[in-house]
Nanobody, 120 residues
Framework: QVQLVESGGGLVQAGGSLRLSCAGS????????MDWFRQAPGKEREFVAR????????NYADSVKGRFTISRDDAKNTVWLQMDSLKPEDTAVYYC?????????????WGQGTQVTVSS
């Protein structure tokens, strides 16, 4: 079992930055593709970013491309989401999720989420 705990959320003005962390415990996140999702009030959960299990590839939603950066350090069992040039529409609860590298769908573990609020 991997427990994922997000942190780093908070209140920031538009144009500001935040760095979210997703810390794994219980076992290593090595071998897992790691994703960030977000869910705004009244909206469905949406994909934000992905980093492959090797760290060799990343993917981003169009809405955050060029502003957000996902990274990982398996030695620290942690994944980060650097969020720059934040906009009010980035306001949401942000979740990290882990999917074993050999799986094509579904997620093995989810974190509890961290709130990000961007004021205009």
């Amino acid at each position: 079992q991997v427990q994922l705990v997000e942190s780093g959320g908070g209140l920031v003005q538009a144009g500001g930055s935040l760095r979210l962390s997703c810390a794994g415990s219980g076992r290593t996140i090595f071998g897992y593709n790691m994703d960030w999702f977000r869910q705004a009030p009244g909206k469905e959960r949406e994909f934000v970013a992905r980093i492959s299990w090797s760290g060799g590839s990343t993917n981003y939603a169009d809405s955050v491309k060029g502003r957000f950066t996902i990274s990982r350090d398996d030695a620290k069992n942690t994944v980060w989401l650097q969020m720059d040039s934040l906009k009010p529409e980035d306001t949401a609860v942000y979740y990290c999720a882990a999917r074993w590298k050999l799986k094509n769908a579904g997620y093995d573990y989810w974190g509890q989420g961290t709130q990000v609020t961007v004021s205009s």
